[in-house]
C-alpha cells in the first residue's frame, strides 16, 4: 500500500500545472488505473514538438484523437497530418459498449458520444476540400 500512495503522490507532483489543462488519462501501477493519478497536459506546452511512439495497438491513434477532442473542446484549433485516414473518425459521434463503460469508470470520466468538427483538405484528387499550389517565377521552389 505504501508503495502505491508514494506513486500517487509522484504523479500528482510531476502533473500539477499553473494555468488551463484537460485530462489525458489516468496513470496505472502493476497494470491496474490509480484511482486521483491524473494524467494532466498543459495547454501551454501543445506549441512545442512533441512525439508519440509505440508498437501497434499502444493506443498512438487514439492520444493524438483525444489530443484533438481536448484541444476542441477548449476552442483551439488543430492541423492534423492524417496520411492513411486513422484519425478522420472524430468526425462521427463514438458508440457506447462495455469497454468504453468500464474504461470511463475507472478513468474516473464521463463519456459523452459526439462527432467533433473536421475538415478535409488535400492536394490529390481525393475527395475532400482541394488545396492548390501555385508556383511563380518569384516562388521558391519546395522539394
Not at 507532483?13 to 490509480?34: H, I, N, P, Q, R
Not at 484541444?71 to 468504453?100: E, Q, R, W
Amino acid at each position: 500500500m505504501a508503495d502505491s500512495a508514494k506513486f500517487l503522490e509522484t504523479i500528482k507532483a510531476g502533473y500539477t500545472f499553473k494555468g488551463e489543462s484537460f485530462k489525458l488519462g489516468c496513470a496505472m501501477l502493476d497494470g491496474a488505473v490509480v484511482t486521483g493519478a491524473d494524467v494532466l497536459v498543459p495547454f501551454k506546452t501543445l506549441n512545442r514538438h512533441g512525439l508519440i511512439a509505440g508498437a501497434t495497438g499502444t493506443g498512438k491513434t487514439k492520444t493524438l484523437q483525444v489530443l484533438a477532442e481536448g484541444l476542441s473542446d477548449a476552442s483551439i484549433p488543430v492541423l492534423m497530418m492524417d496520411i492513411k485516414g486513422d484519425l478522420s473518425g472524430i468526425a462521427a459521434a463514438g458508440t457506447v459498449n462495455d469497454k468504453i463503460t468500464d474504461r470511463c469508470q475507472k478513468l474516473g470520466v464521463e463519456f459523452k458520444p459526439i462527432g467533433y468538427p473536421v475538415e478535409l483538405l488535400t492536394l490529390s484528387e481525393q475527395k475532400g476540400a482541394r488545396l492548390r499550389a501555385t508556383v511563380s517565377e518569384f516562388d521558391p521552389v519546395l522539394l
